[in-house]
């Protein structure tokens, strides 16, 4: 079992940046994709970028690259999510999850998921 506890989540102007974080704990991440997904009202929820534990290879959605940064920080079993340029239409709620794999999925086929964190953007 992973559990996810993700912060950092508010209320920005377009143009400003937030970062979020997602702590972990439970079992070992050495074999697990991270990943952050985001659900807006009446969307589904989709894939923002995603980063393997070992190693720390990256992806990212199209809509995001340039914009967003994801990292890890071993030592303290914690995810981030630096979001740079923010825009109106990414205000969603965001989500953290882990995957139980080394690929990283542009899917919502995750093991564990956080609780959400809101961001929001205004124009």
């Known amino acids: 079992q992973v559990q996810l506890v993700e912060s950092g989540g508010g209320l920005v102007q377009a143009g400003g940046s937030l970062r979020l974080s997602c702590a972990a704990s439970?079992?070992?991440?050495?074999?697990?994709?991270m990943g952050w997904f985001r659900q807006a009202p009446g969307k589904e929820r989709e894939f923002v970028a995603g980063?393997?534990?070992?190693?720390?290879?990256?992806y990212y959605d199209d809509s995001v690259k340039g914009r967003f940064t994801i990292s890890r920080d071993v030592a303290k079993n914690t995810v981030y999510l630096q979001m740079n340029s923010l825009k109106p239409e990414d205000t969603a709620v965001y989500y953290c999850a882990a995957r139980q794999s080394v690929a990283i999925v542009p899917t919502t086929r995750y093991d564990y998921w956080g609780q959400g964190t809101q961001v929001t953007v205004s124009s």
């Open positions: 439970g079992r070992t991440l050495s074999r697990t994709v």
């Open positions: 980063i393997r534990w070992s190693g720390g290879s990256t």
